[in-house]
């Protein structure tokens, strides 16, 4: 076994992305190492689609390393990523007896991760949180880089990540044996968020050029990365860890003023896709609904579009990223979507909507993007069209 370690480089915030088959077996040691001896307990909140024994084998490590465990099961959806669920692992970290010097464990994919991070930036003004991920989505995104929370059901509609706290994991370690158990269209999910970082791969600080080369590396890998080959896969997620850890130190916390290279640039896709992620009624294959990596999929379509429609790049830009899409089974269109105002109109509901004003991240070439602020709602909603299968 080969452990890749990824830093990600915050000044008095630097920590570990540990990344391999069977590093989850490190947690207890690098657990104590961090934490120090004054840590007694750790709250494990473990997602219940994690098979048994990986968590059993966590806790047990654990209690070997002298903490006390106590494990809280989610089942994720995000109707269950909500204020009511923070509440609820509150109450249990506070019967546990939980205090300031320990620390909470996600092991679970992206819903669990955000809520766990939450419950940790919250719990006494914020303790140490370690974060497991167990989707190659959350592996590639949702654990890396310090945005914790949950949505908002406001007046009977579903805010996404509404509410939240920028929380940075003490350490991550993304045992990717923990993917041989995700279903396919799961898999595909997390594929969906590497396209995106491809997409955006040159517009990222990057010194010594490895990320502008991510895009060509995916491309000439899609038959790998499709058949999930397992060394092709553990190379992705530490290229994409690596990818995401430089544009959060550069930029922890998506500021405004950060117009290029910053945090922002990992909404391409978002504005659009979490405007048609909750809607009902859509389908995009056999099964109904969105799930988040696919509706982001779906996002950077029409992000490529509007992009056209404003003279900021070519077709070609789309055509490329439809490939990519194509090649790994993602889908590029949707059945039953609202007319373009409605999915414009909940674009503004999103938190990239800036002061009134709708801001997007467009591209300007293949694996160059930028923000938009001000977008022009005739190119979003034309933007909109080219996902549309009916
Ligand atoms: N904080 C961030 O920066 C960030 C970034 C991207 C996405 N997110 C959030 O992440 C969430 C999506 O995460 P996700 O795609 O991981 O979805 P998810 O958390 O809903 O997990 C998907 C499914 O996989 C199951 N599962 C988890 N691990 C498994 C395993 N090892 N084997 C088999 N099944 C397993 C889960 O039980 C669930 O049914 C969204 O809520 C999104 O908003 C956050």
Known sequence: ???????????????????????????????????????????????????????????QGLRDAGFAARVCDLTPSEAVKRVETVERLLIEA???????????????????CDIAGFVAASYQRGIAVVQCPSTLLSMVDASVGGKTGVNLLVDGELYKN?????????????????????????????????????????????????HAGLLGWMQARLGAISAFDRETIDELVERNVALKASVVAGDERESPE????????????????????????VRAGDEPGLFHGEAVGLGMCCACAAAVSLGLCDDSVGASLRAMLDAVGLPTRVEGLPGSDVIVERMGHDKKAAGGSLRVILPEGLGRCSIVTDADIGAIGAGVGVIRAD
Do not use: W
Not at 8 to 20: F, K, S, T, W
Not at 98 to 109: P, Q
Not at 179 to 208: F, T, W
């Open 162 to 210: 509404m509410v939240g706290a920028f929380h940075q994991p003490t350490m991550v370690v993304a045992d990717t044996a923990l993917l041989d158990s995700l279903d396919a269209r799961q898999r595909r999910c997390g594929l969906a968020e590497c396209v995106k970082h491809a997409m955006i791969c040159q517009s990222v600080p990057d010194e010594d050029e490895t």
């Open 94 to 112: 506070v019967r546990f007896g939980l205090t300031r010097v320990d620390a909470v464990i996600s092991l679970g994919g992206g819903v669990v």
């Open 258 to 281: 950060a117009r290029t290279g910053g945090r922002m640039l990992l909404n391409f896709g978002h504005t659009f896709g979490h405007a048609i992620e909750t809607l009902d009624g």
């Open 1 to 59: 076994m080969s452990t890749r370690v990824v830093d990600v480089d915050l000044p008095d915030r630097a920590y570990e992305v540990r990344i391999g088959r069977g590093v989850l077996g490190e947690v207890p040691e690098h657990a104590r190492g961090l934490l120090g001896e004054k840590a007694e307990r750790v709250l494990v909140v473990r997602d219940t689609g994690v098979p048994q024994r990986f968590a059993d084998e966590l806790v």
